[in-house]
């Protein structure tokens, strides 16, 4: 009898917040060939790139340990098992992993992306500290984070084409408290072209704008700005993230000894340039008004040709899914 545990790894916000949307299917499955070798395939409701990890803790006429493939799309396949003896049947069990993210790309840091509000708007941005250095824990590499303080029901851009992954619309405002942080917040997750993840949180609820699929091009409106507690302290917050190349040689086997001291962060993050009203780009200091200012040029910049025609004819920036 071939037993099958699979165990999905989910990241709290600490690491990443990056969870998988709700209500969408995702799964891995095998198929037992003619030539008796067995092949894994992984399907999603979700797109874009995935990470999935196939530990075998149980192998018989069979070579492998741990296989470690980047799927994208929705679905694909992951590895055949082959036979040693091609005269028996592969017996086996596994648990499985699977991280969002294409840890083959290479993250741009040179691109310029447009700030998540609209154009000649000016907004104050403060930096975000990790939290997670309240429990001793060090700071996932490059941490950066935004808070950009806006008023209320403010239009909420994307900052560059991509396609979404993540979205999460269930959270509701707190009136009655003072919240610096909560850990539930509305969110948007969309993956670029190389491999990045911005990451909007504090968004309005019943506000948002777009759903998993759909692709969105710079200053497309995705949601309204939202708050943990009342209108008046209304914000998004902002992060860009990638899967790093590290977990490609992390031992999961370690992952039972580390707590919150310890940690392994298995994301990145990166500190680009945004594009800002005089026409120039900068990185964001913190406690510093900007005022949001781009062109076509940088909207039509990730388009292919067909996209830009209809762009032009139409002006429409999400493409629906």
Same mark, same amino acid.
């Given at each position: ?8 790894? /989910?990241?709290?916000?600490?690491? !990443?917040?990056?969870?998988? &949307? ?15 070798? /067995? ?14 990890? =196939?530990?075998?803790?149980? #192998? ?5 340990? !741990?296989?470690?493939? %980047? !799927?994208?799309?929705? $679905? $694909? ?9 091609? &005269? ?25 992306y447009i700030l998540p509000f609209k154009k000649n708007k000016k907004v104050k941005v403060r ?18 984070s935004w808070q950009f303080l806006m008023k209320p029901n403010d239009t909420i851009l994307a ?30 997750? /969309?993956?670029?072209?190389?491999? %990045? ?5 504090? =968004? ?33 917050? #902002? ?8 977990? =490609? ?18 994301? &990145? ?9 005089? $026409? ?42």
């Amino acid at each position: 009898m071939i037993s099958r545990k699979i165990s999905f790894s /989910i990241l709290c916000f600490l690491c !990443v917040n990056l969870i998988f &949307s709700q209500n969408y299917k995702r799964s891995i499955n095998y198929k037992r060939n003619d030539d008796k070798s /067995i092949t894994f395939n992984y399907s999603s409701d979700i797109p874009g790139s995935v990470l999935v990890i =196939l530990t075998f803790t149980r #192998l018989e006429n069979a070579s492998a340990n !741990v296989i470690k493939r %980047t !799927v994208e799309g929705y $679905g $694909g396949q992951i590895y055949t098992l082959k036979p040693l003896n091609s &005269s028996g049947g592969i017996s086996f069990s596994y648990r499985s992993r699977m991280f969002y993210g294409n840890v083959k790309a290479k993250p741009d840091e040179t691109f310029k992306y447009i700030l998540p509000f609209k154009k000649n708007k000016k907004v104050k941005v403060r930096n975000l500290n990790f939290l997670g250095k309240k429990f001793g824990n060090a700071a996932p590499k490059n941490w950066k984070s935004w808070q950009f303080l806006m008023k209320p029901n403010d239009t909420i851009l994307a900052i560059r084409k991509g396609i979404v992954i993540s979205v999460s619309d269930e959270a509701k405002s707190d009136k009655t408290k003072k919240y610096g942080y909560r850990s539930n917040s509305n969110s948007i997750k /969309i993956e670029h072209k190389d491999g %990045t993840i911005a990451n909007y949180s504090v =968004l309005k609820e019943n506000s948002i704008m777009v759903k998993v699929g759909d692709i969105v091009y710079p200053s497309a409106p995705i949601a309204l700005a939202g708050s943990y507690d009342s209108e008046e302290n209304s914000q998004v917050r #902002l992060s860009i993230y990638y899967l790093d190349k590290k977990i =490609l040689n992390y031992d999961f086997n370690q992952r039972e000894n580390e707590n919150l001291q310890n940690k392994t962060h298995l994301y &990145s993050y990166i500190n680009p340039h945004f594009q800002i009203l005089d $026409g120039n780009s900068t990185k964001l200091e913190p406690n510093t008004f900007y005022s949001g200012g781009f062109d076509d040029s940088i909207i039509e910049l990730e388009m292919t040709k067909r996209e830009k025609r209809k762009w032009k004819k139409n002006g429409l920036l999400i493409k629906i899914r």
